[in-house]
């Protein structure tokens, strides 16, 4: 409220990553509106914002990490799927490490550097990275789920599992650490032979009361229960795939236009493009537009064309943004789709984004709220 009137507030937040040392210099943000007026027509405002300036400190002398980690705080966690770290001989424990870093992004993360005993055998899964945006920036997660099954019984010891990082805040090095783990492993030995990989440990298999047939050795039973269970989990993740497929390829519906239930391939989107700006729908056109962003950039979270046109040059990073703007204003009806196909097809796909701040990464929105 300014003045008792009511006003409508649009905040963008960005981060930024600079690649080299020295000064910055960010370009005043440009942003457009129109003033309406009883009785008049549509007045269009521009309005730029003050230009900012920043000197980016080189990396310190005294940082002795293999892996440049400016930070505000970043730490190292760990979980046991049993609750504690005895094993038994034969029987596998998940042993999970998460990375949380505030102020990186989890693809700036590095992979743990571990080493094992012979005794013990490791299976270490894809590592799964996240990114999480709040109100004081982004926090890059690394999380790294590791299968470990001992062979032998006796005492033995995990490694420690580090990280040299810099805290931007006091402006010192500092390590973060998981110390080395003593384990205790007791049961029969078992041969390697035996040990099969598993992903993730297998949930137990309560064996029928009753049964009046032999009771099958303790290596037989063990082997018929990892069967078991690496069959369940691959029905159980081959479910999550194709529901997660299913709902990503979905589009929500614009202007009574809804996008078709099933998963769409690049091609059938561009074709869905073409004959989109053909008949000059702006709602069904951008439905497909973020439909091939996803295809085009698996790797980063396009939900707008605002953002889709970042990584273009001109022409067509202007025809997206005029997509934009008339589908903001309602006046949809008016768009003609004939220049953004001829811009789509003269552009090259799938390279990273043009806009650039004197020779630094470009600017990444965070999130915007209207």
Avoid at 13 to 36: H, K, N, T
Avoid at 318 to 324: D, H, K
Avoid at 325 to 344: E, F, I, K, P, T
Wanted: glycine content about 8%; hydrophobic content about 35%; proline content about 7%.
């Amino acid at each position: 409220m300014r003045n008792g009137k009511r006003h409508v507030v649009v905040e963008r937040r960005y981060a930024i990553f600079p690649q080299q040392s020295g000064p910055l210099a960010i370009d005043p943000i440009v942003f457009e509106g129109q003033i309406i007026s009883r009785g008049a027509r549509p007045r269009v405002k521009r309005l730029r914002s003050e230009a900012v300036s920043l000197q980016v400190k080189p990396i310190p002398g005294s940082f002795t990490g293999q892996v440049w980690l400016p930070s505000q705080e970043l730490t190292i966690e760990e979980e046991w799927s049993a609750g504690s770290s005895e094993l038994v001989a034969g029987e596998p424990v998940t042993w999970t490490l998460m990375v949380r870093a505030k102020g990186l992004t989890s693809t700036q993360l590095p992979e743990l550097a571990l080493s094992w005993d012979d005794s013990i055998n490791a299976y270490p899964d894809q590592p799964q990275l996240r990114d999480r945006v709040t109100n004081d920036g982004i926090v890059g997660e690394y999380t790294q789920k590791i299968a470990l099954i001992a062979t032998e019984a006796g005492d033995y010891q995990l490694p420690e599992v580090s990280l040299t990082w810099w805290n931007t805040i006091t402006d010192q090095q500092e390590v973060a650490m998981v110390p080395p783990r003593a384990i205790r492993v007791t049961g029969d030995s078992v041969a390697q032979t035996q040990v099969a990989p598993p992903l993730i440990p297998s949930p137990a298999v309560e064996e029928p009361a009753g049964s009046a047939e032999a009771e099958p050795s303790s290596t037989d039973m063990r082997l018929s229960v990892w069967l078991l269970g690496i069959g369940w989990l691959a029905t159980i993740l081959a479910w999550l795939y194709t529901a997660s497929t299913r709902r990503d390829t979905q589009t929500p519906e614009q202007g009574g236009e809804s996008s078709n239930e099933h998963s769409l391939s690049q091609k059938q989107a561009q074709k869905g493009l073409k004959q989109a700006c053909a008949s000059n729908r702006a709602g069904l056109a951008k439905d497909h537009l973020l439909v091939l962003a996803k295809s085009l950039y698996p790797n980063q979270a396009i939900w707008s064309l605002d953002q889709l046109a970042q990584r273009y040059p001109e022409p067509l990073k202007n025809e997206l943004v005029s997509l934009s703007m008339c589908l903001y204003r309602g006046d949809s009806q008016q768009w003609q789709g004939q220049g953004l196909w001829q811009a789509w097809q003269g552009a090259q796909h799938g390279q990273p984004s043009v806009e650039t701040n004197t020779g630094q990464q470009p600017l990444h929105p965070l999130a915007e709220s209207r």
